[in-house]
């Protein structure tokens, strides 16, 4: 199997360099035939596949935390706001 | 005896007798603690304020205050699992400074049982791992041989149970993650049924599979610790409402007449000797104690551990995404695009093993694979779960080996053939069963070896009566982890 490697680490955003990129292709190409074998389905069509959950309120649940209190842990903040790079010329 | 050689439920005794106070409890334990973490790095933080939290209860117990049976134990929590202005790192680099703002609601239990919090343990990053060598923070050592793993991910709650460095602990079991370090130290671990314990506050990896679990060094204390963190909670949708018992005063030894399941594919070749035998003879125990034996097949657990990986690593790779640097953890420095700081943060703050998980998440989800990958998958965990419920109609509970070996060497396994290794634990995951691990004998080398007991949903108070069973049996020949 050729797995496109540079693609799915592109979707994942990740980089690598391109020895990594190599090794990660060979873990992903044993990985990937390691875990192929799976059984053939004998469920059928229109079966639950899932047990079904039970319903519940459509509420919301505050939770009590502060506004410094959640922007506490973010790497930048300006007068109250998360702080990225510029995306808009 | 010292203090941190002594069980949770004995501790409570000594502490309503007013025998011993928490503040004795804590301080022999703190001293366990600095003698041993250079050599076992059980933790990744320890609290400090452990001394305040063991004044504040022996306080409230001087007025005669309600005290519950954790009112002042001193209990380690796996670094995972959210802490109120306490570091919750993942051990990895991504949360090294990460300081949540609430805590998980098994902490807000904990804090209002009395519990003391001694601190957070060391685990796989992300509880991506078989053996607590994958943290950003150094590896964990197992208590009984240093050279060898604690077993993972919960490998640090594991060995701080076994060590003497908590009385008991928190840890959390996406495909085994509990029972296998419970295993390898010596320690009784349970991964309770999915639904049972709250995951509001666990960070989380792969949200269909995971359970916040405990450790004890007795199932006795097992019981204690799951009685007073498992119920419903409303910031859990996948908590399930239900009533619980208080499992301490219900464990009874009785256990004549329980129809146990043996499976024969848990005992192939890839079962070493000593764990077979010790397996073996843990079930001629319960024989004599009065138990039906009975040879069970479930063809299909020889897909589990696949059916796990693809679907673990498919959660994973979803809930990881939210790690882009912009509103906590690692955000990588001097970045001048919003598409270059979500790659460098990612690639610099992710360790290898996460990236592959997210990886091998991101491909069976991706277009022209889903079909033949995830979604393979999910037949394939319905499948495997109705084989494992239809089995309990021929049997009550069933006993397997935790882990195909004893604790392997530090270094000595690889990723990818550490994942085979999950064979017997992913099952009762992907199945959301309930499932214990309990010491069951030693290899010749002194290490050792646990065997798995599974039950129905919610078949908790029966996997405690099985343990407790067989610990009063063997006379706690197995129990104690490694306290000398």
């Known amino acids: 199997m ?24 060979e873990d992903m190409t044993r990985l990937v035939e390691m875990v192929a074998e799976l059984p053939e389905n004998d469920i059928q069509p229109g079966e639950n596949s899932v047990d079904a959950m039970e319903l519940r309120k459509d509420e919301v649940i505050p939770s009590g935390l502060s506004k410094e209190e959640i922007l506490g842990n973010a790497p930048e903040t300006e007068h109250g706001f998360f702080v990225v790079p510029k995306t808009v010329e | ?54 004044r504040a209860v022996d306080k409230a117990l001087a007025e005669g205050k309600a005290a519950s049976p954790l009112t002042g134990i001193p209990i380690a ?27 998980a609601t098994v902490i807000s239990k904990l804090r209002a049982a009395g519990a003391v919090i001694t601190g957070k343990t060391n685990m796989d990053e992300f509880a991506m791992g078989s053996s607590t060598e994958k943290s950003y923070f150094g590896r964990t050592c197992n208590p009984h041989e240093p050279l060898c ?10 060995a701080a149970v076994a ?43 792969a949200s269909s599979l995971e359970q916040v679990g405990v450790i004890g060094r007795c199932t006795a204390d097992t019981a204690m610790l799951y009685s007073h963190v498992c119920g419903s909670d409303r910031r859990d949708a996948t908590s399930v409402r239900r009533s619980y018992p208080d499992f301490l005063s219900c464990i009874s030894c009785d256990i004549k007449g329980v129809r146990i399941g043996v499976p024969e594919e848990y005992f192939g070749e890839c079962v070493s000797s000593d764990v077979r035998k010790a397996a073996e003879s843990a079930i001629d125990c319960y024989r004599k104690m009065g138990a039906q034996i009975k040879t069970i097949s479930l063809p299909l657990v020889k897909y589990a551990v696949n059916t796990y990986y693809i679907i673990s690593s498919a959660e994973a790779s979803s809930n990881l995404a939210r790690y882009d640097g912009v509103r906590y953890g690692y955000r990588a420095r001097n970045c ?29 989800l991706s277009a022209g694979y889903y079909e033949d990958y995830y979604k393979k998958a999910l037949y ?23 882990y195909p070996t004893a604790a392997f060497r530090l270094g000595e396994k690889d990723s990818l053939s550490m994942y085979s290794g ?45 343990g407790y069973a067989f610990e009063k049996f063997t006379a706690g020949s197995f129990m104690g982890g490694a306290l000398i």
């Open chain 2, 77 to 103: 929590v796996k670094d995972n699992i959210s802490t109120k202005g306490m570091k919750t790192t993942c051990a990895s680099k991504m949360l090294e400074g990460y300081i949540p703002p609430y805590d």
């Open chain 2, 149 to 158: 793993s604690a077993g993972g991910s919960s490998g640090g709650s594991a």
């Open chain 2, 336 to 364: 001048r695009s919003l598409d270059e700081m979500y790659f460098r943060t990612r690639s610099e703050g992710f360790g290898s093993e996460v990236k592959r998980r997210i990886m091998l998440g991101t491909f069976v």
């Open chain 2, 163 to 205: 060590c003497g460095e908590a009385t008991a602990a928190l840890g959390s079991d996406t495909g085994g993650s509990v029972r296998q370090p419970a295993s390898f130290c010596g320690v009784v671990g349970l991964k309770p049924t999915y639904g049972s314990i709250s995951r509001y506050g666990l960070i989380a990896f």
């Open chain 1, 2 to 25: 050729n797995i496109d490697v540079s693609h799915i680490a592109r979707l994942a955003h990740l980089s690598f360099t391109g020895e990594e990129l190599i090794i990660m292709k």
């Open chain 2, 422 to 466: 999950d064979v017997f634990t992913v099952s009762a995951n992907i199945s959301g069963l309930p499932a214990m691990s309990v010491p069951c004998g030693y290899t010749e080398e002194r290490l050792p070896i646990g065997m798995q007991l599974m039950g129905r949903p919610f078949s908790e108070l029966l996997l405690f009566n099985m």
């Open chain 2, 380 to 402: 394939s965990r319905e499948m495997i779960r109705r084989e494992m419920i239809n089995a309990f109609n021929e049997c009550d509970v069933m006993i397997t080996p935790t």
């Open chain 2, 1 to 54: 005896m010292k203090l941190y050689q002594k069980n949770a439920y004995e501790l409570c005794r000594m502490l309503r007798e007013k025998k011993v106070s928490s503040e004795e409890i804590c301080r022999d334990v703190i001293e366990r603690i600095n003698s041993h973490e250079s050599r076992i790095n059980s933790y990744i933080s320890v609290s400090n304020d452990i001394i305040a939290q063991a």
